[in-house]
């Protein structure tokens, strides 16, 4: 099984693809500007305490107060908060938690308002980015995340990954672990940390540390509604959790972002340097990797599956609702009931991906084809199990009732991706009348004769969609190569699938799109 990792970098931010077999299994859009992303800490301002909810309002500079129940507290806030003010006060000069008295973890079943206090100082993690109409979830629990540990200040215990089920190897990290970890730190084991030695931990330990350091020293300074801890760029992330042995490519078409991606695996994983590559093409990369069709056919409100079904997803503000459909499945198998088994095994395995994909939260209800035979509805809950094992979210599935519904709850922490598939006519503006289609190579040929013979350009390159590509490019003396003995000069042409059949552009020798006239 192999993974890549393709990024393509725009004006306002990166899009980034992760390929398993060449198939799209997640997708992501970073913002240049976005903030409040999951893992970051903050210095917040208590603004309002409610009883009701025990819980508080905390001002980390979103236009809504972000939310802080008292269970999010973590048993050693009274710790967090003393030595937040002693780093304000500049009475701590460094992250050490040496010399640090560790309070009492508070009450399971406390007050909020016997904990904290209106106006008050507090340093606080992103949980949950802001969704729809509300601010961001925080917790006071801090961690950071490295590679193979997540750091816990003013913990004690080493904890391990339940993934790690082997005895040894689990003795061998606990007491490994329990020896290097700093005074008042826990460490939290991850299941990538399997097999590796001593320096390979402790090196991530110590990147964890020097992040928390860093961070205590922009605290000693900091105003209210200051980032302290930035939580590192999205491509990052998913390269410091997933990267693997199967990871066999990581492709991008920035200089820049392939610079600082290289300087990050050289430091997480030296020997997965070489799989990082510049793309250069003129083909964007997205289209050459045949991410845009994709992109398209797997956003949609319905999704075909392989062998003829079709899913119809529904998105609303309380939950999901995903519905199998057979289709033009054909009654290859013997009865109807073989035939649901069938497409639903293939609906589950299609629904485990379109989860990760859309980073489907909350809620998720899934009405499968009925099935008489309660061994069949067996099997399709635990296919759903199987195929969700490699979820990186939390997540928990309940059998299918007797209705046929599988409810599915998994863990949301950022907004739902939403890709637009239905585009408006970019000629006609959703008003349904265009220019007669079939004159648009009449329209390229005429502008393209303007530029060549009139503006003297040359080195001219023309983006279209790969219908009008093949038909200028096809044939024994194709189009293209009849232009080259007309004006003696080459010119490009790069499909472009992301956009309108009647669509183009035309750019100079710079890669500047040039203004049409007429």
């Known amino acids: 099984m192999s993974n890549e990792l393709v990024i393509n970098s725009t004006e306002k931010g990166e899009r980034i693809a992760l390929l398993q077999n060449k198939r799209l299994l997640e997708y992501h859009v970073e913002s240049s500007n976005q903030s409040f992303t999951v893992g970051d800490i903050y210095l917040g301002t208590v603004k309002k305490l409610v009883a009701g909810l025990n819980a508080a309002f905390v001002d980390v500079g979103y236009e809504k107060d972000a939310f802080l129940h008292y269970l999010d507290l973590g048993p050693k806030i009274n710790s967090l908060n003393q030595y937040t003010k002693d780093v304000i006060a500049k009475r701590a000069n460094t992250g050490s938690l040496k010399d640090v008295r560790i309070e009492p973890d508070i009450d399971k079943q406390g007050k909020i308002d016997k904990v904290l206090t209106k106006g008050q100082p507090i340093l606080v993690q992103i949980v949950k980015e802001p969704i729809s109409t509300k601010g961001p979830r925080l917790s006071c629990d801090i961690s950071i995340a490295g590679r193979y540990i997540v750091l816990v200040p003013f913990g004690d215990s080493v904890n391990l990954s339940k993934k790690i089920t082997e005895r040894q190897e689990r003795q061998r990290l606990q007491r490994l672990m329990s020896s290097i970890k700093p005074p008042n730190f826990g460490v939290i084991v991850r299941t990538v940390a399997q097999g590796h030695d001593v320096d390979e931990l402790n090196r991530d330990l110590q990147n964890c540390l020097d992040k928390w350091e860093q961070g205590m020293k922009l605290l000693r300074d900091a105003r209210p509604r200051e980032r302290i801890i930035g939580e590192m760029n999205r491509t990052s992330s998913i390269l410091r959790d997933m990267l693997n042995e199967s990871f066999d490519s990581i492709t991008l078409d920035s200089k820049e972002v392939y610079e600082d991606t290289k300087s990050f695996i050289r430091t997480i994983a030296p020997e997965k340097e070489n799989i990082v590559k510049l793309y250069s093409g003129k083909t964007k990369i997205f289209e050459q990797f045949g991410l845009e069709k994709q992109i398209k056919s797997l956003f949609g409100r319905s999704v075909s599956l392989p062998g003829g079904g079709y899913l119809i997803v529904e998105h609303t503000e309380a939950l999901h609702v995903i519905d199998v459909n057979s289709g033009n499945k054909s009654n290859s198998e013997e009865d109807q009931e073989a035939t649901a088994l069938s497409v639903n095994i293939e609906a589950a395995k299609e629904i485990a991906r379109q989860l990760r994909l859309r980073d489907m939260g909350g809620i998720i209800v899934v009405d499968f084809i009925d099935m008489k035979k309660a061994e069949n509805r067996k099997t399709v809950y635990e296919t759903m199990r199987e195929v969700m094992r490699s979820e990186r979210s939390k997540f928990t599935i309940l059998p299918l009732s007797k209705f046929g519904l599988m409810q599915i709850t998994r863990q949301r922490v950022r907004p739902e991706l939403n890709v637009v598939t239905r ?26 004769d303007y530029i060549l013979t009139k503006q003297n350009e040359r080195a001219v390159s023309i983006v279209l969609h790969p219908y009008l590509h093949a038909y200028f490019t096809k044939g024994f003396i194709s189009e293209q190569m009849r232009w080259l003995f007309k004006y003696k000069t080459w010119v490009t042409l790069i499909p472009d699938s992301a956009i309108g059949i009647t669509e183009f552009k035309f750019h100079n020798r710079f890669g500047e799109e040039m203004e049409l006239v007429g």
């Not at 959703?430 to 648009?440: C, D, E």
């Open 423 to 448: 585009e408006t006519c970019p000629t006609c503006n959703g008003t349904g009348n265009i220019q007669a289609s079939i004159l648009v190579t009449d329209s390229i040929e005429s502008h393209l």
